[in-house]
């Protein structure tokens, strides 16, 4: 019998549970919709039953070890999620407490960007690296920072909260409650509203100009972009410009070998990255110049938040 | 015999050695002008031997076990100090090397700010704690962080500078070659461009328009602030802003249980604490509201640079 982990990544939209191998093979994988349930403890059972399933398929090779989980707002200290903008169950939610309960194995959280963090240095392209920060640009901008090999946890375990640092004091409405957070700014629901209010100040003709608020999403921005729509360059050249400017900050302050973009957004290959390195050169403090790799994630954009997750376990055996 | 450090702590104008026991006792004391030779190997043996004379005071009861040295953009990893603004010579400096060789004794240099964030820990009021910050307000802004304990040094060991983050893209010119450095708004020329900006945009009556901008100190700023003038407070307020904003993106990333305040701009108590704190918590991610402390360093202004300098030693010992 060989040992197997399930990754669990708890999304606003959907939870999808993994078995992982110690070699980062994800060999089975279910996607369920996260806020069906009106109380966390039914959410909890059910994703319990489903790892039971998917355990149960595949018995006679493998034992269950342990669960790893990637949620908003996890804390690995406590192994609660705590009042996630994004989950419709609030205050502080005991889930490992309750799946180890139910499952009887060992069960790790942690937020979602940190579990994809541990998962680059276990699987990915972060293999033998020290010093690196990870970054997810999805719905919002998470962040999981790696310092001499160990991820940064923070005093209550909440570090890594990139998204929510200050681009402009007065700036966007963010879903937290403040103004100006850089997930306003970077994000696929921040290139749409970069991508709007160019719209509304020039008056450069574009395909961009057809769509409702509602329909038009950061693949198709992106799409438009490669085929040359000078609004939506000028959206990715207005995102790059503030991420490369915070990310310079990010490296005053840490000095990481190697920044790792990952996400939805990053999928946009160079007409993200090219204005993003170029703005993070020109922010960087003299001493970093032409220090820092801005690289995308090793993993493949499927299965990584569901290895990072097993990684939370897989990295104590 | 008992065993002895040499903290020396390399300023832009003063170099100032100290003997330091376990117990963070500074029991010697010199200070030297910092840039009065031509050469940087002049200014090692000048130093060296002022580290002789210190010792040989004390010979009948300490032997010296190390030297410890704080200085600007010096490295952990290489020992060497590389293009720091404040000092007249260039490119890298070995300077732990040259200073082993001349005393015969293992040397360990950092970052003048990484070396008292070290000495809060090992002698002031951080001791026992895992996660802090501690931020030096001079002549600029410097910044260590310790993360589970131990120091932030980053790739190349020169995390931590939190001074040349950016608060404006186009903001004022800071002496690193970038605009809009924090450390050209938050440290003692910093507020005294503020308090001059401030009396250029307002008609308010100042005692502040008495002064020249070379002969008005921080330190004047603050004790017209106290006694209630209104640009002066104004001032304060806007850097407490600026400051307060700025950690808030640090306890975002870092998520520490303190930041420390230390230096020149910090000794005016509640005048800079105060609005600080206030901007700190409204720019707070819901998650770390009430959850850090803003502290003034437990150490001694006098010798906290130092003490730092001889902790790099002594917690090793």
Chains 1, 2 share one sequence.
Not at 81 to 103: M, Y
Not at 123 to 146: E, P, Q
Request: aromatic fraction near 8%; include cysteine.
């Amino acid at each position: 019998m060989k040992n197997i982990v399930a990754g669990v990544d708890i999304g606003g939209t959907n939870t999808v549970i993994g078995l992982v191998t110690q070699q980062g093979d994800c060999i089975k994988e279910v996607s369920l919709p996260t806020q069906e349930d009106n109380d966390f403890l039914s959410f909890i059972s059910r994703v319990a039953s489903h790892i039971k399933s998917l355990v149960a398929s595949v018995s006679n090779e493998y034992t269950l070890i342990g669960v790893g989980v990637g949620a908003p707002n996890g804390s690995y200290y406590t192994g609660e999620i705590v009042d996630a903008a994004n989950l419709r169950w609030k205050g502080s939610l005991p889930l490992t407490k309750e799946l180890s309960k139910l499952l009887n194995v060992n069960t790790t959280l942690t937020n979602d960007a940190n579990a994809a963090a541990i998962g680059e240095m276990q699987f990915g392209d972060a293999k033998g690296m020290k010093n690196f920060v990870f970054i997810t640009l999805g719905t919002g901008l998470g962040s999981g920072i790696v310092v001499d090999g160990k991820l940064v946890l923070g005093e209550s375990g909440f570090a890594g909260e990139l998204g929510h640092t200050s681009v402009k004091p007065w700036g966007r409405q963010c879903g937290c409650g403040k103004q100006g957070c850089l997930e306003t700014y970077v994000s696929a629901p921040g290139l749409r509203r970069t991508a709007f209010k160019i719209l509304a100040d020039s008056i450069e003709p574009s395909a961009l100009r057809g769509y409702a608020y509602d329909t038009l999403s950061a693949k198709k921005i992106a799409g438009f972009a490669q085929q040359g729509d000078r609004v939506a360059l000028e959206a990715f050249e207005y995102t790059g410009a503030i991420l490369g400017m915070k990310l310079a900050d990010l490296v005053a302050i840490l000095n990481p070998e190697a920044i790792f973009l990952f996400g939805g957004l990053s999928s946009a290959g160079s007409t993200l990255f090219e204005p993003t390195k170029r703005h993070l050169e020109k922010n960087l403090f003299p001493i970093f110049k032409n220090s820092v790799k801005l690289m995308p994630s090793g993993l493949k954009d499927k299965n990584a938040a569901v290895l990072g997750a097993a990684a939370l376990i897989w990295q104590n055996v």
